[in-house]
């Protein structure tokens, strides 16, 4: 369809106003879903930066719908892929009365697994009567359910650990050998996905699908025409996440308790099992006491040059690849016996593939993870660097499961070697230790594998600083890209205003914190609670919040006060939507997928500006890497990075066109620097203030509108 045709569907007498309840046209949204007609008819690029209440969502729908062809739409989160897939699609395909056929596809770990929990059922060792309880609950879900997202099931967390042991990996996945394979719920969501017109993923899925074709397996997604990223600005961090690996303490015990009870049932009287396990799991230990002191270090990490006791390290790391290949080697003599033996002594190669990788004894390339009975000829041959020998392809292998969600998201990451184009670092807290390699440039690894004449639509409401998408596109190495800016529909004049206060000391100053909460709390007695504080840092969410505390009980203000950490994320967001004059002090993962429209939210208080922390060992490596080509790091990384976190932060306020309320900046480097013009540029065009009388003034015009 011509991009004429296609504005004709949003048209006032249109289709979807017709179909769709409230719906009315929004030139925006037309203007956008045009220039994406367009794209899809040129099988281009198209970066697409589209402000709250564009209604972009049905501006990517509408065309790629009505283009026909086979689509896949990867969103950043779960919950909006839940949300296209259960009521936006729907919505498009009964308005425009297409036979559109849509599918929902997870990564593997989302899904449960038959034959996991009948083996878990039969095991009956669990570590709590809380997980016994569970257990149950899940397998009564298994008799009801018709897709096997645990999703579905809201009685069990999507966290729980009993998650771990009734869904697979790649690693313990039978196949075709499985007794359930026929009632597999993964093949069955893969091949609805394989026949439907329109596949939703979410970014994960995406990459680990693209982390899996660098190492020449099959693929996960199917092939596409058309490939739309909602929630682009997540992109360039996800992809850092997943183009390499980690490896865990956890890993190690995972390996050792698979090891025990694949041995026990399948081929008791072939080895002391539990004694080869112990020496996995005594490894495991040692790995965790030679990183202890990193617990005490900033943000619980180390990069690789600065570990503590380098020494103490390898020696743990060697000690690790030992037990793991003893292990291993007795599993594959075994493996005749049972597939589920073989499975297990696949993953040793994998292991200790990665844990070679620090340790500077083994420099040797890598056997691919099918050659596994060579494998274990000598532990020497089984690891390596990234520089042959398919060591990038094992790298990799776990990349499915961290798109299931099994991963540690921003904390897991993937790589190689600091001085070729890796970072590596190791991080240790809650008793475990987890070891790290990022690539230092996604770019080529991102844009390499698009097919010739698929169509990319990248979307978001921040992808540009002040209108330039360059160090978007650049992190993801495209190239021949058109963009675009659409504004807004919401009058932000009226409703709101952007108030950094006088006062409040330097953000590097330790009574910042202090001198935030001080300037906070007059506003809060204007807005009376209804407030979203946004901090940097954990640690400034639970300083704010205890001041906050002692503040409310000094003041008698008995306003519901939560704070990141208490309970679950939806847990908390429940609470406060529904609790009048409520105040929700949170971090990172409050700064962006936050819907709270109404009365409910009508303050934003961000602490400091989101500028990345110093201790980040990828964004150093990133740093060093720019200068030492002559560039200035912070102008081209770090400035950019907290200008799009900062519009992040603030488009939490106005979500709908009835919303209002105050956007609070607390660091006053945002109006006293000269960088802070192109930071509260990008921002919504609220009117400025940095007097508090404005504010009050403001706030006592609301409510006397709202009384009349």
């Not at 016996?337 to 340790?359: E, F, Y």
């Amino acid at each position: 369809m011509t991009a004429d045709e296609i504005a004709a569907l949003f048209a006032e007498a249109g289709p979807l106003a017709r179909g769709l309840p409230g719906y009315r046209t929004r030139p925006q949204q037309v203007e956008l879903a045009r220039a994406i007609a367009e794209t899809l008819e040129n099988r281009g690029t198209l970066v697409a930066e589209a402000g709250t209440g564009t209604g972009k969502t049905f501006a990517y729908l509408v065309p790629v719908v009505a283009a026909g062809g086979k689509v896949l739409v990867s969103t950043g989160t779960k919950t909006l892929q839940d949300q296209l897939f259960a009521r936006d699609l729907p919505a498009v395909r009964k308005a425009l009365a297409l036979p559109v056929v849509a599918a929902l596809l997870k990564g593997r770990a989302n899904y449960l697994c038959r034959h996991h929990l009948e083996r878990t059922l039969a095991d009956g060792r669990l570590g709590s009567r809380f997980e016994a309880a569970q257990l149950r609950r899940i397998e009564e879900f298994a008799g009801r359910t018709r897709s096997g997202d645990k999703a579905e099931l809201a009685d069990v967390p999507e966290n729980a650990d009993i998650w771990h042991r009734v869904t697979s990996t790649r690693d313990n996945c039978l196949g075709s050998d499985c007794p359930s394979f026929r009632d597999c719920f993964v093949m069955q969501a893969r091949k609805s996905a394989a026949e439907a017109d329109v596949v939703v993923v979410n970014h994960a899925l995406f990459l680990a699908d693209l982390a899996l074709k660098d190492e020449g397996i099959t693929d996960l997604l199917p092939a596409a025409d058309t490939v739309v990223f909602d929630e682009a600005h997540q992109l360039p961090a996800a992809a850092t996440r997943f183009l390499g690996e980690s490896v865990s303490s956890h890993q190690l015990l995972d390996f050792a308790r698979d090891a025990t009870a694949a041995g026990l049932s399948h081929a008791r009287e072939s080895a002391d099992w539990p004694l080869l396990a112990q020496a996995v799991e005594r490894a495991a230990l040692d790995l965790r006491l030679a990183c202890a002191p990193i617990e005490k270090a900033p943000g619980q990490r180390s990069t690789f040059d600065a570990l503590p006791d380098a020494g103490a390290f390898e020696r743990a790391v060697e000690q690790a690849i030992a037990a793991v290949h003893t292990l291993g080697r007795t599993l594959a003599a075994a493996g005749a016996r049972h597939p589920d033996l073989d499975l297990v002594a696949k993953r040793g190669p994998d292991l200790i593939a990665r844990l070679g990788r620090w340790a500077e004894a083994h420099a040797e390339p890598l056997p691919r993870m099918s050659d596994t009975d060579s494998a274990w000829d000598e532990p020497a041959a089984a690891s390596g660097s990234h520089d042959g020998g398919g060591t990038a392809g094992v790298g990799n292998r776990d990349a499915e499961d961290r798109a299931g969600g099994r991963g540690n998201g921003a904390d897991d990451r993937a790589g190689g070697h600091a001085d070729d184009g890796w970072v590596r670092w190791v991080e240790a807290a809650n008793g475990h230790v987890r070891l790290h390699t990022a690539p230092l440039s996604v770019a080529e690894a991102f844009s390499q594998y698009r097919p010739g004449g698929q169509a990319w639509i990248l979307t978001s409401a921040t992808l540009s600083v002040h209108g330039d998408f360059s160090h978007f596109t650049r992190q993801l190495g495209l190239r021949d890209v058109t963009t675009g800016r659409w504004e807004s529909p919401f009058d932000y004049a009226a409703h709101g205003r952007l108030f950094v206060p006088h006062g409040v000391p330097a953000p590097q100053d330790p009574r910042f914190t202090e001198g935030f909460v001080e300037a906070l709390l007059p506003v809060l007695a204007a807005s009376r609670g209804s407030a979203l504080v946004l901090c940097t840092t954990l640690r400034a969410v639970d300083k704010v919040a205890g001041l906050l505390a002692e503040a409310f009980e000094e003041r008698g203000w008995d306003w519901p006060l939560f704070r990141q950490g208490e309970r679950s994320r939806r847990e908390l967001l429940e609470r406060f939507r529904s609790s009048p004059h409520a105040v929700l002090v949170g971090s990172a993962s409050f700064w962006e997928g936050i819907d709270v429209p109404g009365d409910a939210l009508t303050l934003v208080a961000i602490d400091k500006l989101p500028f990345a922390p110093p201790d980040d060992p990828v964004l150093d490596a990133r740093i060093r890497a720019c200068r030492e080509r002559g560039g200035n790091p912070f102008f081209e990384y770090q400035l950019p990075e907290a200008a799009i976190a900062l519009k992040q932060g603030a488009g939490r306020l106005i979500r709908s066109e009835r919303d209002w309320g105050v956007l609070m900046v607390g660091d006053r480097r945002l109006v006293e620097k000269p960088y802070g013009k192109l930071l509260w540029r990008g921002l919504p065009p609220f009117p400025r203030t940095r007097n508090l009388d404005d504010v009050t003034a403001f706030y006592a015009e609301r409510v006397e509108q709202a009384c009349q």
